[in-house]
């Protein structure tokens, strides 16, 4: 058994009540404790600390049997704590005998193990420096203003202009400004190649990875994807050097599904492209990724695998029928209202933008069902472009059939051929 599996259902298994807030020193203090544990070979004290979710789903001949896989212990650092809803997310460099494994450890409210991870230490190799004969530069800058303003990055070309400008908006989840992820970093691909063929491109770090305390009074999809996206549009449109009426919004994953919406509230905006994006339900392609995944695990039959499921159908159904204490994946319902609220398809129809619509055959977030909903709707509709790559997963990159998550923590770049159409089509429209 590799080390990797001893998460469960990829932390998706987490959920929580509210209740007073854990000191993160506190955090940290029972990370340190569980961890202790787990080198003293003291497996049933590691296990008494695992909320009742995390104990069904790892149970201690498991846990037993991964760690003891691993290589002798030799020393921890790099402790970092973030605070996440209802619990702090700590994540420990593990130094184990010539190999390096990352820990990520979940922890409530009530100081209970909710998620635990054992992989690999990632090593992310550093961003390239840009030539200094490239065709673009990079400047640091921010969107919004004042306190809640978000750290960015414009790639912006060499030379006159006014030139075209692309703003790229995060899939779900906190994320910083290239949208990194594993071992990749699929925003500062795209931001790069675009900026090199004469397209501006404005990324920024996701509010809820810079700015999580601004959600403190509660969250919607609106307020952790929609109006930042606005925001930067906004803020594009007052640099010289942009063409203000050639701005473009591309969104991956839950980005592309919100990207008509952004369309929507600014019909400015010159087009859309929607990349990876679900064209279904958000909830209902909730359940179908965990059944996946589980699979993928081999755990769909397991008592825990089963149960898992049971919960999460039982989370979805609290929230659709408006129970005030409902909570799924740790957050509370008007959040997950808000994402039943969104009908992808009917928001492509009702913007007015012209729409590039992308899709990797190798994806298993974001599935062929998708694909083929967004192709009936919009095949014959002159607003659309479809492309397709049989051989993309779902950051744009080349993967193997059936490749889980895992794959994301192999490098690699995002395709030539899809930024290729992509440069294509925002430079041919007027």
């Not at 789903?57 to 037993?64: E, T």
């Not at 920024?204 to 307020?223: E, L």
């Not at 369309?263 to 679900?278: Q, S, T, V």
């Not at 009702?350 to 062929?368: F, K, N, T, W, Y």
């Amino acid at each position: 058994m590799k080390a990797r599996h001893l998460v469960s259902a990829l932390l998706l298994a987490t959920s929580f009540s509210a209740q007073a807030q854990l000191p993160p020193e506190s955090a940290r203090a029972t990370a340190e404790t569980l961890l202790d544990h787990l080198d003293r070979s003291e497996f049933d004290k590691a296990h008494a600390l695992f909320d009742a979710t995390m104990q069904q789903a790892v149970p201690l001949p498991m846990l037993r049997q991964v760690w003891q896989s691993l290589p002798a212990p030799v020393q921890r650092s790099h402790f970092s704590v973030q605070r996440e809803d209802d619990g702090h997310a700590l994540e420990v460099l593990l130094q184990r005998n010539g190999q390096d494994f990352d820990a990520l450890i979940r922890i409530d409210d009530e100081g209970r193990i909710a998620g635990f991870l054992i992989r690999p230490a990632l090593k992310l190799p550093p961003i390239p420096v840009i030539a200094a004969d490239a065709a673009f530069k990079e400047i640091d800058t921010t969107v919004g203003t004042g306190e809640a303003a978000l750290p960015a990055t414009l790639a912006m070309p060499k030379g006159k202009g006014p030139f075209p400008a692309v703003v790229l908006v995060h899939g779900s989840g906190p994320a910083d400004r290239n949208e990194t992820t594993g071992a990749n970093r699929p925003f500062l691909d795209i931001a790069r190649a675009l900026a090199a063929e004469g397209i501006a491109v404005l990324r920024y770090d996701k509010r809820s990875q810079a700015r999580p305390g601004d959600y403190v009074q509660g969250v919607t999809i609106d307020s952790e994807t929609t109006d930042d996206a606005l925001l930067a549009v906004a803020h594009l449109r007052s640099l010289p050097g942009i063409d203000g009426e050639r701005i473009f919004v591309l969104g991956h994953s839950q980005g592309g599904m919100m990207a008509p919406r952004i369309g929507l509230h600014d019909n400015k905006i010159a087009g859309l492209i929607l990349f990876a994006a679900p064209a279904r339900n958000l909830l209902d392609i909730l359940v179908e990724q965990n059944a996946r995944l589980l699979h993928m695990q081999g755990q769909a039959s397991t008592p825990a695998g089963i149960a898992h499921m049971q919960k999460l159908k039982n989370d979805i159904a609290a929230v659709r029928r408006g129970d005030a204490d409902a909570r799924l994946i740790g957050l509370d319902s008007r959040y997950w209202q808000s994402v039943d609220a969104v009908d992808p398809l009917r928001e492509a129809r009702a913007s007015r933008q012209p729409m590039l619509i992308l899709h990797g055959g190798h994806d298993i977030q974001v599935v062929e069902a998708d694909w083929q909903a967004w192709r009936t709707a919009f095949t014959k509709d002159p607003r659309a472009t479809l492309r397709h790559y049989p051989r993309l997963n779902h950051l744009g990159m080349e993967s193997a059939a059936g490749a889980g998550l895992e794959s994301y923590d192999i490098p690699g770049q995002v395709d030539a051929t899809l930024l290729a159409d992509i440069i294509h089509w925002v430079k041919s429209l007027p």
